[in-house]
């Protein structure tokens, strides 16, 4: 299994419980992990290189040259990503010719499960395979309409395809030359230079967001900590955030979770904390009026 990453200097600590998540997942499989990165530490590359080989995989560090991805990074509005965001549209020439198949995964990413069927997906015609997102429009006078908007987070991808049509540089054209349009940085000009060429994936490899309904959560392989929110800053802010801690447990950086009686309890437990916890200024001010209220009322009476 053929598993491709690219971390900067602020994850090392999240990747690693990556890394955990996918090896206790898969204890007895071979796993070559690609690490492309531009401007990682020493330390850092050492301590991601150190902790994968303890953990029986292949480790395959491949440096890139910082200037082509600087250029390109300097055209797009971000003020809390790096360069690393990138390195996805340098994976043609990067990888070996020998990797014809790579899952490429965020490192705000943890394992639920075996992921052997989704490596094994037959894709067909196309390039890659990736979950949708739906609800963007920005980017419907290129063709991605609302509903067909994916999520890159979760790639699967056919590296021989990859290679053949040219993404390399047709995601660095597209993003040198629209750069207003991504706002979402390479997961944008992804979607514009893959059109009709991506599998939809079931929703179950790319769990993304604490705010879909709870029956959603009923099948879960692969959990995104997508947004601003982490786990590794507030575990207890995402109904999988005791995933996250669990996996952490094993690295050096290793988070325990404060609740106690919901270490192992359903999302949907937690969904229903978080809307208590949320309307509870709007439960008080409510009692608050009642009881004035009543005070009002008995003091009339007693007049």
């Avoid at 053929?2 to 796993?31: E, F, M, Y």
């Avoid at 601003?228 to 800053?233: I, N």
């Avoid at 437990?269 to 608050?288: E, M, P, Q, T, Y």
Wanted: a neutral charge; charged letters at 20%.
């Amino acid at each position: 299994m053929n598993i491709l990453i690219s971390p900067d200097n602020k994850v090392i600590a999240s990747t690693c419980t990556l890394l955990n998540s996918l090896r206790l997942n898969h204890p007895d499989q071979r796993i070559v992990v690609y690490i492309l990165w531009c401007d990682l530490s020493k330390e850092n590359l050492k301590s991601l290189e150190d902790f994968g080989s303890g953990l029986g995989m292949e480790i395959e560090a491949i440096k890139l040259d910082l200037l082509p991805i600087n250029r390109l990074f300097s055209r797009l509005s971000s003020n809390r990503l790096t360069a690393s965001c990138l390195l996805r549209c340098f994976a043609g020439q990067a990888l070996p010719e020998s990797v014809e198949r790579v899952l490429y995964l965020d490192t705000d990413i943890v394992l639920a499960g075996s992921i052997e069927a989704l490596y094994t997906t037959r894709l067909g015609h196309n390039i890659a395979g990736a979950v949708l997102n739906p609800g963007m429009k920005h980017l419907e006078k290129y063709g991605v309409c609302e509903s067909s908007y994916f999520n890159s987070g979760v790639l699967l991808i056919d590296m021989k395809k990859w290679r053949e049509q040219h993404l390399d540089s047709k995601l660095q054209s597209f993003i040198a030359e629209h750069s207003n349009d991504c706002r979402f940085w390479d997961q944008c000009a992804l979607n514009v230079v893959l059109l009709g060429n991506t599998l939809s994936l079931d929703n179950r490899w790319n769990v993304m967001s604490c705010l879909k309904e709870d029956g959603e959560f009923t099948n879960v392989s692969i959990i995104h900590f997508a947004g601003d929110v982490k786990p590794w800053e507030n575990p207890e802010s995402h109904p999988f955030g005791i995933h996250y801690c669990n996996y952490s447990r094993g690295t050096p950086w290793p988070m325990h979770y404060r609740y106690k009686l919901l270490r192992h309890e359903s999302p949907a437990i937690f969904r229903a904390r978080s809307i208590l916890k949320k309307n509870a200024k709007k439960f008080r001010d409510v009692l608050g009026w009642h009881a004035e209220k009543t005070t009002l009322a008995a003091s009339k009476a007693n007049d």
